[in-house]
């Protein structure tokens, strides 16, 4: 064989077996090795604010709202509508409605990713990690109350013992977890916010937890509990900390549009900055449309929004009561010419007043940074309280507080008796006028074994036959005044039961 | 290591075989009959020759001794060939696709034989992969689609063409928009969650799994396609080609005289809208007056929305090419331009192609090729909604003002639709295009090192790179909010890849060998950068002049490497019997690291009885062949980092503007490939030359399945990939071909059918479904395809309600159906229908007489029911007033008063019952047939040509899509039949919000100088 030949051989299988030099592992560039996203307290950082981020999923905020909010009677759907959303409002919900599963599977997922950080972190650990690991639960034990609320019934009923959802220990796989009662839920939520509070030592901006925010929630949940005791000490704490005020005049009708670390009333707050916009998919499209040129100025259904749930003629009714409330300025009716525009997709026909409390951040259009926990809670949480303690004084005095701030007359014992109006009546209407469109009405009146009636035009009317009649009356007792469990979470893990 | 040995081992065997002692011991060792010398009473000649045909040398031919056929030999690569043999002796040659003849040597030494081709295409040479064969010896099951046949259908994508045309490959397309690109299928759904495209092969390199990038070739430069289908055919590919294979070969020149070509055609695109018809204003007025009060006043306008939308379009088609070359260079060069504008307003696609295929014989052992392939392409996107509000908007709103200027219904209050959009007016302003730019090279080298044995090195690298551009003009609705806003998406893709080969050719005596040895490795970068802005003057849709952003810029890159190695024998005798045995390892980084590599193999052999002499003599049977084989193959398309447990660090991770990680993807590190083992079996018939049949047989069973399993949100996750349970497509196809009149006139007919069936054959953990709740819950024992859902039960007579199916269970276990009214308790069942057709399949007839031809192409689907998504939208019994309707179908009817027997509940303002929601109401009967294709054509007479010095020309018109015949109430009854890699959420088989396709009706010429 000729040496040339040769050659031409060794190359030729130089050249075959060179393939061999490129097998290796490759790594995505937008995303981290989860093994080694743990190791180090700056990494940890990096994960918490990850687990934030999980909460500010527009699948999670959104949704959230919409099953909470909803199913108020301050607010009033405007038109048919095939998303959702109608069924929370109408109370005709289906097991595999969407926010029910999409508000299900973030939370959850804040918890797994609460869960990971908090197993990594041990309790001995530096004051920064602490504050982590603080952080973490909180966000945790937040998650915990809020699936409570939406898949468990109402604490009072049964004492708790009603099916609530799984509790998912850290460190610990979750497997196909069953429903704990509500009662362990809420002892849960209660034991992951009391340790973060006393982990939490760093007073960070509004929009990150701190110990005062695990405080405010304690608060709202022990009041949940009919713990009322409670629901005192923990606003008293808050109030007592001092780093809350609450905003006054001008800056409060602009509560809604400011930045919340510029809010001093804020304790907390999902924030959203101008980059994470979500315009027609945020909450705020469905409340309000503005006038391209003149966002403030509310323009036609479409334009910037969809502007389809409007705040309800009963609650502008409570509101024209005092024609100086400040809190006119969270609604704006839409006009054109100065003359007020009617709804003409319902009957009877409706004025149409939008709802501003989740547009206009930094002068955009759909832009909000939805509020979870602020100041003005803690006073009326700790007179609800009072008013079922029997503390009828100290309850007026703390509403009376709000509606100062508001700009309405205060209320005396003499005169609320004079119409026939006990504490709590008046505690729940001024909670009504002050969270409307927070998600705080139903709850409200569900807690307090109250039924719910709506008697104003809507979409609900479509339930009745005939569908001129516009009354819808909920009792605390009804099936619905809480969601299915979703139908994908029961397919994927045979433990779990349906509601009823 | 193991393959290291393997690739070694063989590679001694070929220095072995090619020193001149191991010759004659195989020689020796092959001439078994110990009388082959002994009995001549002549003395041997050696005598040399050549065999050609009429296009040149035949290699592979066999020459035999005819009182001795263990004396034999056979032409190597360029048709030359040496014997020795008696000087008295009568020498067979045969070669598959020629007729045998009988030369006695009459002592002559120098012997040239010129064979004549048999009346069919056996002789065709397919390009299979990593080698071509004469379509003959195939011991496996191919398609194979001339560029003859590929005539007819417009379109600027290959694939469309191929629809119906070759049995078993299900092309489907859910649009008509010409920028997109259809769905292909090769024998049934054999995955999941990975990729069910098959591989794409152009010029012998591997480009992609088909739809993952731009075409990197125009259908005008096709010469032919071969549809590889059976693991023994597919093997080669073997880790990647277990959705089947497709190898598009382009043109090269052919020896002698420059051959200038240029083609044309142009004609019109209509949108087709089958049975489906929107209410006009007195239709919708008269309708929504049963449920709700509509002011009079409406009727004032009768818009028709959806033909505002749609319109007639053009399409254009020109390309201009050259070929030609010597015998040692060849070129083929060609230009082509393609505009096709879609029916729905807004919409179009141009792309420019060049291509130039150069060859050249450097040396005698020497050839080197060069490739080089550019691709322009603009394409138009409707935009702002244009279908949507074809499908949705009311009659009742005006489309233009009195001064003829579209209506902005924001300032227009008496506006009832529900979106408040008017698409003409923002389309006056909004932007929607990508520019595409893909470019690929190959240098080819070919080099024979020592007779029979060669070495190739196949490179190829590939750009692909795109800016897209969407603008919403401050004027518009969809830019008003944010004053203005533009998207800018840039990629940029590389492809490297290289493929070395080493390929030993013998033959001794009747035995035919071949040796393949190939190494290759493939390297991906993909790199995206997306920004937005807002703020922008009106009318000024460049990035300059936004004064803010929307949200922050992303972009990332993404690689992925592929490296392996293969090894192939392929053996015939005498023509006679073929076997091919393969077997490929290979690599990928898509996998988990422990289990990255995946080792495949196959079978495959044949037998051509009609070369045996008991059935020479039976006339009828001019052909006849039995193949079977086995094999294994894989699946790699399942995206690039799937095994990897990840926190995402993008912008979804961060909070109060500060970045984050969060959890993304739970990792599974024992990923691995999901493999196919594949059995066929088939025959080849013909008779008298006039009736060709192919049949096969096909068992593909899926193991390893590649599953992206849905987990409880508590899990933290959504899913996790997993390779779990199996599954089993299997078939079989038939090609039945017949000339039914040979004459001057002339009648082919081309049936060809697939008939596939699905099953789940099982799953791990213990689970009995993959997708529980799912509307198609791929459970064990159903097609993966079988509807769950619940099932609807009619309308109640007495009330007008929707009715479901309720099963109740009674205390002796057994099941009763009830009906309910609540959506709610409807219990989801088996719909005992499936989005799987029963078969598929296509019938051509081609008759011509003289210059004059005429061929109609029909294709049908057959058995599959279509989830009408859109319905929900309307079809809804009153649920929207703001939203159009549908007419009723014939045979439809709504419940007006009790005792009536409806199909459709009575319509309630706000929805009756949640009638719209997900059941059996929406599922339709999908079957069609289609006359995808007419074409009249004729061949001008070249006696009238040659004065103007033209060699030939033909001019033809042709129609498209002309005629369907469905039951389906939708605009077409054509869906995706796989399943949507971008979009989990849609159901493969469901039709929403279709853009129609079109019918097209084009005249063209082609010209020959």
Not at chain 2, 16 to 30: D, K, M, R, V
Not at chain 2, 401 to 417: E, H, L, Q
Not at chain 2, 537 to 562: K, L, W
Not at chain 2, 946 to 960: P, Q
Request: charged letters at 20%.
């Amino acid at each position: 064989m000729k040496a040339n030949q040769i050659k031409i051989y060794i190359v030729v299988l130089a050249l075959i077996f060179s393939v061999s030099s490129c097998k290796k592992e490759v790594k995505p560039s937008t995303a981290i090795d989860d093994e080694s996203a743990l190791t180090n307290p700056g990494d940890i950082e990096t994960a918490t604010i990850g687990t934030y981020a999980v909460l500010r999923n527009a699948t999670y905020v959104r949704s959230a709202h919409f099953l909470t909010e909803f199913q108020g009677d301050n607010v009033a759907q405007g038109q048919p509508s095939s998303d959702d959303l109608s069924r929370c409002y109408r109370y005709t919900h289906i097991p595999t409605g969407t926010h029910g599963a999409n508000f299900w599977k973030q939370a959850y997922y804040v918890i797994v990713a609460a869960n990971k950080i908090i197993a990594a972190i041990p309790d001995n650990s530096s004051a920064d990690l602490k504050q982590l690991k603080g952080e973490n639960l909180y966000l945790k034990g937040m998650m915990e109350f809020n699936l409570v609320r939406v898949f468990g019934r109402p604490y009072p009923q049964g004492n708790g013992e009603n099916p609530g959802v799984p509790i998912l220990k850290e460190g610990v796989p979750a497997g196909t977890p069953a429903r704990n009662t509500v009662k362990e839920v809420y002892a849960a939520a209660i034991a992951d916010l009391l340790k973060a509070a006393d982990l939490m030592t760093v007073a960070k901006a509004d929009i990150f937890a701190s110990k005062e925010v695990a405080y405010a929630l304690l608060s709202r949940i022990y009041l949940n509990m009919g713990d009322n005791a409670n629901a005192i000490k923990y606003a008293d704490l808050v109030i007592a900390s001092g780093r809350y005020k609450l905003l006054q005049g001008a800056d409060y009708a602009s509560y809604f549009t400011k930045i919340p670390e510029a809010n001093s009333e804020t304790i907390f707050a999902i924030r959203y900055t101008k980059t994470e916009d979500q315009d027609f998919g945020a909450i705020g499209s469905m409340y309000y449309s503005g006038t391209p040129g003149a966002l403030s100025t509310p323009g036609a259904q479409g334009n910037t929004g969809y502007g389809e749930i409007y705040a309800s003629q009963q609650y502008v009714a409570e509101l024209d009561k005092n024609p100086a409330d400040l809190r006119h300025s969270f609604i704006a009716p839409y006009k054109i010419n100065g003359v007020l525009q009617v709804n003409t997709k319902i009957a009877p026909n409706v004025p149409m007043y939008y709802v501003t409390k989740y547009n206009l951040q930094e002068g955009i259009a759909n832009l909000s940074s939805p509020v979870y926990l602020r100041l003005a809670e803690m006073y009326l949480n700790k007179a609800e309280a009072n008013a079922k303690l029997g503390n009828a004084q100290l309850a007026l005095d703390d509403v009376n507080l709000i509606r100062t701030r508001a700009g309405i007359p205060v209320l005396t014992l003499a005169g609320i008796a004079a119409e026939n109006k006990t504490a709590l009546d008046i505690v729940l209407e001024e909670r009504r006028l002050e969270f409307a469109f927070e998600g705080q009405r139903a709850y409200d009146l569900f807690r307090n074994n109250r039924p719910m009636t709506r008697n104003y035009p809507g979409t609900h009317a479509l339930n009745n036959t005939p569908n001129t009649n516009i009354t819808q009356t909920i009792l605390p007792t009804d099936a619905r005044v809480i969601f299915y469990v979703p139908q994908y979470e029961i397919d994927n893990n045979k433990n779990l039961t349906q509601n009823p | 290591m193991k393959i290291k040995s393997l690739l070694i081992f063989g590679a001694v065997g070929l220095f072995w075989l090619n020193g001149s002692e191991a010759f004659a011991n195989l020689n020796h060792s092959i001439n078994l009959n110990p009388e082959a010398t002994g009995t001549n009473q002549f003395a041997d000649i050696t005598i040399k020759g050549k065999i050609t045909d009429k296009s040149g040398p035949v290699p592979g031919a066999t020459i035999t001794l005819k009182s001795n056929p263990g004396i034999g030999t056979s032409t190597d690569g360029s048709g030359n060939f040496a014997i020795t043999v008696p000087a008295d002796g009568i020498l067979i040659i045969k070669s598959v696709g020629y007729k045998t003849q009988e030369i006695p040597v009459q002592g002559k030494t120098t012997i040239n034989i010129s064979l004549e081709e048999e009346n069919n295409n056996l002789s065709d040479v397919v390009v299979v992969g990593y080698s071509s064969k004469k379509q003959g010896e195939l011991s496996s099951s191919v398609s194979i689609i001339s560029a003859e046949k590929l005539k007819g259908v417009a379109s600027n994508d290959v694939i469309s063409m191929i629809q119906g045309k070759a049995p078993g490959v299900v092309v489907s397309s859910g649009s008509g928009d010409p920028t997109s690109a259809p769905k292909m299928t090769i024998r049934g759904i054999g995955s999941i969650n990975g990729g069910t495209a098959p591989l794409l092969v152009v010029d012998g390199n591997i480009l992609g799994a088909y739809g993952t990038e731009g075409a990197t070739y125009s259908p005008n430069d096709v010469e032919s396609i071969t549809i590889l289908k059976d693991a023994a055919a597919t093997g080669l590919y073997g880790s990647r080609a277990g959705s089947g294979v497709i190898i598009v070969t382009t043109k090269t020149g052919k020896a002698g005289e420059a051959k200038i070509e240029f083609s044309s055609t142009v004609g019109f695109n209509s949108p087709s809208t089958g049975n489906f018809k929107l209410m006009d204003s007195q239709q919708l007025y008269d309708y929504q007056k049963t449920f709700s009060n509509p002011d009079p006043s409406v009727l004032k306008n009768d818009t028709n929305w959806w033909d505002l939308a749609t319109r007639n379009g053009m399409t254009q088609n020109y390309t201009v090419s050259a070929s030609g070359g010597t015998e040692k260079t060849r070129y083929y060069v060609a230009g082509n331009f393609y505009r096709e504008q879609g029916t729905v307003v807004n919409n179009d696609k141009n792309a420019y192609n060049l291509r130039a295929n150069l060859s050249s014989q450097l040396t005698k052992k020497l050839k080197l090729s060069l490739l080089l392939n550019g691709v322009f392409t603009r394409n138009n996107y409707a935009n702002s909604n244009s279908l949507g509000d074809g499908y949705l908007n009311l009659p009742f709103d005006p489309a233009y003002n009195a001064d003829g200027t579209p209506v902005d219904p924001r300032i227009t209050p008496t506006w009832k639709g529900r979106d408040v959009e008017n698409f003409l007016h923002s389309t006056q302003y909004n932007l929607s295009y990508q520019r595409s730019l893909n470019l690929s090279a190959d240098v080819n080298l070919d080099y024979n090192i020592v007779k029979n044995l060669t070495f190739s090195s196949y490179n190829r690298t590939t750009f692909y790179n795109t800016f897209a551009v969407d603008y919403y003009d401050k004027r518009t609705k969809e830019g008003g909010a944010t004053n203005g806003s533009l998207y800018n998406s840039t990629t940029y893709k590389n492809r490297l890849l290289s493929s070395n080969r080493l390929k030993y050719e013998n033959s001794f005596g009747e035995n035919h060998l071949t040796v393949l040895a190939v190494g290759e490795a493939e390297k991906s970068y993909y790199d995206e950068a997306n920004l937005n802005g807002k703020n922008l003057p009106a009318g000024r849709p460049v990035m300059s002049t936004a004064t803010d952003i929307i949200s922050n810029p992303s972009g990332g890159t993404n690689e992925y490497n592929f490296s392996k190695y293969l090894s192939q024998v392929d053996y015939n005798y005498a023509g006679k019997y073929f076997a091919i045995a393969s077997f490929v390892h290979e690599n990928s980084s898509r996998f988990g690291l422990n289990k990255s590599g995946g080792d495949f193999y196959q079978l495959g052999a044949s037998w051509i009885l009609s070369n045996e002499t008991f059935l020479k003599d039976v006339k009828p049977i001019s052909f006849l062949k039995l193949r079977a084989s086995y094999g294994t193959t894989g699946n790699a398309e399942i995206g690039d980092y799937p095994s990897l447990g990840l926190y995402a660090i993008d912008a979804s991770a961060s909070y109060g503007g500060l970045p984050g990680a969060r959890p993304d993807q739970k990792g599974n590190p024992d990923l691995t490939w999901e493999k196919q083992k594949t059995a066929n079996i088939g025959f080849d018939i013909g008779f008298w030359n006039r009736i060709d049949l192919t049949v096969d047989l096909y068992d593909k069973r899926s193991n390893a399945l590649l599953f992206k399993v849905p987990l409880p949100s508590t899990d933290g996750y959504g899913y996790i990939f997993q390779n779990v349970g199996a599954l089993k497509n299997r078939g079989l196809e038939f090609n039945l071909t017949t000339k039914n009149f040979t004459g001057e006139f002339k009648w082919e007919t081309n049936l060809n059918m697939a008939f596939n069936r699905n099953t789940i054959l099982g799953l791990t953990e213990g689970k009995d479904a993959i997708t529980p709740g799912g509307s198609q819950p791929k459970a064990v024992g159903h097609d993966i395809y079988d509807y769950k859902m619940p099932i609807w039960a009619g309308v109640d007579p007495n009330n007008g309600d929707p009715l479901w199916e309720k099963v109740i269970t009674d205390v002796d276990g057994l099941n009763h159906i009830a009906v309910t009214n609540t959506y709610s308790q409807a219990t989801r069942q088996y719909t005992g229908t499936s989005a799987s057709p029963k078969f598929t399949g296509g019938f051509t007839n081609t008759f011509s007489y003289k210059g004059v031809s005429l061929s109609a192409f029909f294709n049908f689907v057959y058995g599959n029911e279509v989830y009408n998504n859109s319905r929900a939208y309307f079809d809804n019994d009153g649920l929207y007033e703001s939203y159009n309707a549908m007419v009723l179908k014939s045979g439809w009817s709504r419940w007006e008063k009790v005792g009536d027997i409806a199909t459709h509940p009575k319509p309630v303002l706000g929805g009756n019952h949640d009638s719209n929601q997900q059941s059996s109401r929406y599922l339709e009967d999908g079957s069609y047939i289609r006359l995808r294709n007419i074409t009249l054509g004729y061949q001008i007479p070249t006696s009238w040509l040659s004065k103007i010095k033209i060699s030939s020309a033909r001019i033809f018109v042709s129609g498209d899509n002309l005629w369907t015949g469905t039951k389906f109430s939708g605009i077409d009854p054509e869906v995706v039949l796989a399943p949507d890699d971008n979009d989990p959420n849609v159901i493969p088989g469901s039709s929403s919000f279709r853009y129609p396709i079109s019918k097209k009706i084009l005249f063209g010429v082609n010209i020959s100088l």
